[in-house]
């Protein structure tokens, strides 16, 4: 076997070993963000995700445009592990897609793409000492999403892909914290809070795909219209006690005093959330390939994105103090008789409140970009590009219910009722710079660096605006290797080449 072959696979192990697939004392403290699907190739990512779109990467047009599929001279199935950034007992994100172009009969494609995330995580903390106590926190997480294909080709200038991308992604997040103190027998707070979120995705997306051919230009459209919910619920119940007793003696001579007093407290709170946000998206995009000659290719890319969310749901809650002061005060004064004085004293106050929940996103973003790619010299290619992206949104919400609040005796009944809109305008521009060099006929070697620059103005009138801008370089790499034009493997860092843990992996294998 290749020495060559023996080192890589060597490198490539112990970048695995050193992925962190291990629990620690870590948890979320919201929903995690999943990786990007349909997924860029590693290629792409190592010269820059901003060149998506805009310069020539098959692999990745393909996903996203599956009517590209005829343009791939052989059948392909590939793996990739992706980073993950939480330290927690995981299974890495992984990507297994399989393509297969002229499959069963010539003219015809078919492709997979499949993205699997299981992520699990628990926190757990005893204190036997001074407070006994018992606090965990755990997740559960899972997530999967599937793009199916067909291509056709009637004729050589021209295919057309209906496609259909499956999302599901469950997560459920639970909190416990229960402890007590004690001192002295007179003394004691015991806390229980409990706590479950649960959030459940579930989108259908359906496309189509088609390209057109003539002679050196290339011009592609695709559409796409995703529907799904998300199903929101959370349920919280805390509840404090307070006990807390004290008592006195004094003894002089023939007479004596008593004193004794304790008070009790219990807070209890709950609260329940049942939501749910439907999603609706509108996507197209047109992309234009010219081949200006064998060295050197120019690309254009537009796509029109609109994005409308609506939120319905109830949001309740109870919650309640009830205080007990309570005194007896005794003395005796020989030869008088023993007197007795008792005071008891209980408060009880507490709300309640349940209300309805709507709310109207709309959005819309223009995306834009152009990109060059040139070969330097025989070893060298440059790539260097512009995308900018436009964005409108408009967050309508609103609530009405009724809150009842009782103090002592009295009870109290008001109505809850609000609305608001906010209306945002966002820009950004990003100039990828990208460098390709073939170290040897079967090494590659892949940087980038991309300048980015946004900007955000937001708020609910023009009086009340917050605007925020942002600048940022960043920069990647990766080294990509091919075994007897058979199988290769990829790998791209997203910018700390000095942590393993940040490295992607990618195997291909062409049959």
Same mark, same amino acid.
């Given at each position: 076997?290749? !020495?060559?072959?023996?080192?890589?696979?060597?490198?490539?192990?112990? @970048?695995?070993?050193?992925?962190?697939?291990?629990?620690?004392?870590?948890?979320?403290?919201? #929903?995690?963000? *999943?990786?990007? $699907?349909?997924?860029?190739?590693?290629?792409?990512?190592?010269?820059?995700?901003?060149?998506?779109?805009?310069?020539?990467?098959?692999?990745?047009?393909?996903?996203?445009?599956?009517?590209?599929?005829?343009?791939?001279?052989?059948?392909?199935?590939?793996?990739?592990?992706?980073?993950?950034?939480?330290?927690?007992?995981?299974?890495?994100?992984?990507?297994?897609?399989?393509?297969?172009?002229?499959?069963?009969?010539?003219?015809?494609?078919?492709?997979?793409?499949?993205?699997?995330?299981?992520?699990?995580?628990?926190?757990?903390?005893?204190?036997?000492?001074?407070?006994?106590?018992?606090?965990?926190?755990?997740?559960?997480?899972?997530?999967?999403?599937?793009?199916? $294909?067909? /291509?056709?080709?009637?004729?050589?200038?021209?295919?057309?892909?209906?496609?259909?991308?499956?999302?599901?992604?469950?997560?459920?997040?639970?909190?416990?914290?229960?402890?007590?103190?004690?001192?002295?027998?007179?003394?004691?707070?015991?806390?229980?809070?409990?706590?479950?979120?649960?959030?459940?995705?579930?989108?259908?997306?359906?496309?189509?795909?088609?390209?057109?051919?003539?002679?050196?230009?290339?011009?592609?459209?695709?559409?796409?219209?995703?529907?799904?919910?998300?199903?929101?619920?959370?349920?919280?119940?805390?509840?404090?006690?307070?006990?807390?007793?004290?008592?006195?003696?004094?003894?002089?001579?023939?007479?004596?005093?008593?004193?004794?007093?304790?008070?009790?407290?219990?807070?209890?709170?709950?609260?329940?959330?049942?939501?749910?946000?439907?999603?609706?998206?509108?996507?197209?995009?047109?992309?234009?390939?010219?081949?200006?000659?064998?060295?050197?290719?120019?690309?254009?890319?537009?796509?029109?994105?609109?994005?409308?969310?609506?939120?319905?749901?109830?949001?309740?809650?109870?919650?309640?103090?009830?205080?007990?002061?309570?005194?007896?005060?005794?003395? #005796?004064?020989?030869?008088?008789?023993?007197?007795?004085?008792?005071?008891?004293?209980?408060?009880?106050?507490?709300?309640?409140?349940?209300?309805?929940?709507?709310?109207?996103?709309?959005? @819309?973003?223009?995306?834009?970009?152009?990109?060059?790619?040139?070969?330097?010299?025989?070893?060298?290619?440059?790539?260097?590009?512009?995308?900018?992206?436009?964005?409108? /949104?408009?967050?309508?919400?609103?609530?009405?219910?009724?809150?009842?609040?009782?103090?002592?005796?009295?009870?109290?009944?008001?109505?809850?009722?609000?609305?608001?809109?906010?209306?945002? !305008?966002?820009?950004?521009? /990003?100039?990828?710079?990208?460098? *390709?060099?073939?170290? @040897?006929?079967?090494?590659?070697?892949?940087?980038?660096?991309?300048?980015?620059?946004?900007?955000?103005?937001?708020?609910?009138?023009?009086?009340?605006?917050? *605007?925020?801008?942002?600048?940022? @370089?960043?920069?990647?790499?990766?080294?990509?290797?091919?075994?007897?034009?058979?199988?290769?493997?990829?790998?791209?860092?997203?910018?700390?080449?000095?942590?393993?843990?940040?490295?992607?992996?990618?195997? !291909?294998?062409?049959?």
């Amino acid at each position: 076997m290749d !020495k060559r072959l023996i080192y890589f696979i060597i490198i490539i192990l112990l @970048l695995l070993n050193t992925h962190p697939i291990y629990s620690q004392n870590y948890y979320y403290k919201e #929903r995690p963000q *999943e990786p990007t $699907f349909p997924n860029i190739s590693n290629r792409l990512r190592a010269l820059g995700e901003d060149f998506s779109g805009i310069i020539s990467d098959l692999e990745t047009d393909v996903l996203q445009n599956p009517s590209l599929a005829s343009l791939l001279e052989s059948k392909s199935i590939g793996i990739t592990f992706l980073p993950y950034n939480y330290y927690v007992s995981y299974f890495p994100p992984t990507l297994i897609t399989l393509i297969l172009p002229n499959f069963p009969v010539s003219k015809l494609a078919l492709g997979f793409h499949n993205q699997f995330v299981y992520a699990k995580s628990g926190y757990l903390e005893t204190d036997a000492n001074y407070y006994n106590s018992f606090y965990s926190r755990q997740y559960s997480y899972i997530s999967y999403q599937q793009l199916f $294909f067909l /291509a056709f080709t009637p004729s050589e200038h021209f295919s057309i892909a209906p496609f259909y991308i499956f999302t599901k992604s469950p997560y459920q997040e639970q909190y416990s914290d229960d402890w007590s103190r004690s001192e002295n027998n007179t003394y004691t707070y015991s806390s229980n809070t409990v706590s479950q979120y649960d959030d459940n995705i579930l989108f259908h997306q359906f496309g189509i795909g088609t390209t057109f051919n003539s002679q050196t230009n290339s011009f592609q459209i695709t559409a796409t219209f995703k529907m799904g919910d998300n199903k929101i619920k959370f349920d919280a119940d805390a509840y404090d006690s307070m006990f807390n007793f004290s008592s006195y003696l004094y003894e002089y001579g023939s007479s004596f005093d008593f004193y004794q007093y304790w008070t009790y407290r219990n807070e209890t709170d709950t609260r329940n959330i049942d939501k749910t946000k439907k999603v609706n998206e509108l996507n197209v995009s047109f992309r234009w390939q010219k081949e200006i000659d064998d060295d050197n290719t120019f690309n254009t890319f537009a796509r029109f994105t609109r994005l409308s969310t609506d939120l319905t749901g109830s949001e309740s809650g109870n919650s309640y103090d009830i205080d007990n002061d309570s005194s007896i005060y005794r003395w #005796r004064n020989y030869p008088c008789p023993e007197s007795t004085e008792i005071n008891i004293s209980t408060d009880i106050d507490g709300d309640a409140d349940s209300s309805d929940i709507k709310g109207t996103v709309k959005s @819309l973003n223009l995306t834009l970009g152009l990109g060059y790619e040139t070969r330097l010299n025989k070893k060298l290619n440059g790539f260097i590009g512009v995308k900018s992206i436009l964005g409108l /949104a408009s967050d309508t919400s609103s609530k009405l219910g009724i809150k009842i609040t009782t103090i002592d005796t009295l009870t109290d009944t008001t109505g809850i009722s609000g609305s608001q809109l906010v209306k945002s !305008k966002s820009f950004s521009i /990003a100039l990828p710079l990208g460098l *390709e060099y073939k170290l @040897l006929p079967s090494l590659t070697v892949r940087a980038g660096f991309t300048p980015k620059f946004s900007y955000n103005k937001s708020g609910l009138s023009t009086h009340n605006q917050i *605007e925020i801008a942002n600048g940022a @370089l960043y920069y990647s790499f990766g080294i990509g290797y091919i075994f007897r034009d058979k199988f290769s493997i990829d790998t791209y860092n997203y910018g700390n080449l000095g942590s393993l843990n940040n490295w992607n992996i990618q195997f !291909k294998y062409m049959f």
